[in-house]
């Protein structure tokens, strides 16, 4: 199968470097001319318009910063809708709203082509190495016949109904991170100004009921001082904004989603919209003039789990 991947950017370049990395036959394009000399240069084919890649593959990716870009790389004169044909399926890996990629998938399957949404979730480290859970939503016979490549861009694999499903269950499992993102920047406040050490204080969140897979990351960093999580404030706060509009869509008023939102809203202003989303424990390191610093951490995160075939969950 001849692989079309559409954005090389923190995410998608590691994504489609696995794909490379395993010797499928892979076409990319980005605006960004030194991500694709790097894919080219590797043996990768890069193409002008998304279109000409549509036409030359079988599976067609995206994998974009915003609903509002995808949408242009999908409808523009020279987009991927009008280089569909018969059978080829389109896989939706951003972060994106469940209502755009029905409505994308519709015009999709007018081309008699099929739609997927496959976002994934686990970090940038685990994205480097294969090792990224990958949500799927869609018909069950398409995601079947693509699943040997889903397996080679992620370990664990969800099939989680019609198309639409991956994209609320990822808009879901990211707000969950951002709530435990800002109750970190409290807990380490109120660890640092009671004169705890800080290192074993990651160990004993580490071990206890208090623990997520954002302390055992996202601490690493925020106690390191590079903050380099490899996602960025406008990103977090994009994806939050799509949980708190999803609530509104289904006439559910939430109490701590709001909340949440203000906070990075907050930090965005404060720290610039490409800072790395984990700086928002930052402004209450301002507010009080202390650090969490402590050394042994990393500066950026690597997956040091070995690299092996995926399957479905």
């Not at 755009?100 to 008699?112: D, F, P, Q, S, T």
């Not at 990224?132 to 693509?146: D, L, N, Q, T, Y």
């Not at 499903?165 to 990822?170: E, Q």
């Not at 001082?225 to 990103?235: A, C, K, R």
Request: with cysteine; proline share 3%; charged share 25%.
């Amino acid at each position: 199968m001849k692989i079309g991947f559409i954005g090389l950017g923190n995410v998608g370049g590691k994504l489609a470097g696995s794909l490379l990395r395993n010797k499928f036959n892979l076409t990319v394009i980005d605006l960004e001319k030194k991500l694709t000399n790097v894919f080219k240069n590797k043996g990768a084919k890069v193409v002008d318009t998304p279109k000409e890649l549509a036409e030359k593959t079988d599976l067609i990716i995206t994998c974009l910063p915003s609903p509002k870009v995808c949408a242009e790389v999908m409808e523009s004169q020279d987009g991927v809708i009008n280089g569909l044909s018969k059978n080829k399926i389109w896989l939706e890996m951003s972060t994106t709203d469940e209502n755009e990629v029905k409505r994308l998938g519709k015009l999709v399957i007018n081309k008699k082509a099929i739609p997927l949404d496959g976002p994934v979730s686990g970090g940038c480290h685990r994205a480097a190495t294969g090792n990224i859970a990958i949500f799927v939503g869609g018909e069950r016979s398409s995601f079947e016949k693509i699943l040997p490549i889903l397996t080679t861009m992620g370990k664990k694999i969800l099939h989680t109904g019609k198309l639409g499903s991956a994209s609320v269950l990822k808009v879901i499992t990211n707000y969950l991170a951002s709530v435990h993102l800002a109750a970190l920047g409290e807990a380490w406040t109120v660890a640092k100004k009671s004169n705890l050490d800080l290192k074993k204080v990651y160990k004993g969140i580490s071990v206890s009921s208090g623990n997520s897979f954002v302390h055992e990351t996202e601490s690493q960093v925020i106690l390191n001082g590079s903050y380099n999580i490899n996602f960025t404030m406008d990103l977090v706060k994009k994806d939050m904004s799509l949980f708190d509009e999803l609530s509104k869509k289904l006439k559910t008023e939430l109490e701590i989603s709001p909340f949440i939102l203000n906070i990075f809203k907050d930090a965005e202003k404060k720290f610039g919209s490409r800072a790395w989303s984990s700086m928002v424990v930052k402004r209450l390191e301002d507010k009080y003039n202390i650090n969490f610093r402590a050394l042994g951490f990393p500066e950026e995160l690597i997956d040091d789990e070995p690299e092996g075939k995926g399957y479905e969950i």
